[in-house]
């Protein structure tokens, strides 16, 4: 099993983009209830800041702060995956080697991790995981989208609901 180097930054803020296995699923939004159940249930046993979260159907993107001396998140990103994957019913396609080693198909084995470097940086990606649907064509408007914690900062005064125009407009750095 391949060692990945990881940063062991305790208390430090990151950012995640997680994938459905078959990314041609739309699991996590039919299925959302239960993923909110599983997160749930990890962040009631395993507390972290939840800066930013926006699901889509085949993937997820966060902001997660963790702790003061705790730099575990592969931990909890695997209790909710595993959580999630054992309440779906057994179905999906596995290929061989998942077969073999007796996994589920259900969500690709890696996911993406950024260090939040700075201030900049988190405002950089905070914004990126809120304007995720309007750039995915999944809606007009970033308010449309109701699986994201965008709710939460209009709500806030963080974010107006008009934020990012419509999908008429230029998105910075997607062009």
């Not at 962040?43 to 993937?59: C, T």
């Not at 990103?77 to 259900?106: C, H």
């Not at 990606?125 to 309007?134: A, E, I, K, M, Q």
């Amino acid at each position: 099993m391949p060692n990945y180097r990881r940063a062991r930054n305790t208390g430090a803020s990151w950012f995640f983009t997680v994938n459905l296995e078959q990314r041609r699923l739309q699991l996590l939004t039919e299925q959302i209830d239960l993923l909110k159940s599983c997160i749930r249930h990890v962040h009631q046993k395993r507390p972290f800041l939840i800066n930013a979260w926006v699901v889509l159907p085949d993937h997820m993107h966060c902001i997660w702060t963790l702790p003061a001396g705790d730099c575990d998140f592969a931990g909890r990103w695997r209790d909710i995956k595993k959580a999630f994957s054992r309440a779906i019913p057994v179905g999906e396609y596995r290929t061989p080697s998942r077969e073999l080693r007796r996994e589920r198909g259900i969500w690709q084995r890696h996911y993406w991790e950024h260090l939040i470097r700075d201030a900049s940086d988190y405002q950089h990606h905070f914004d990126y995981v809120h304007r995720n649907p309007l750039k995915h064509g999944w809606v007009n408007r970033v308010q449309d989208w109701p699986y994201s914690t965008f709710h939460r900062y209009v709500a806030a005064g963080i974010y107006t609901a008009d934020w990012c125009g419509d999908s008429n407009s230029q998105i910075d750095g997607d062009s």
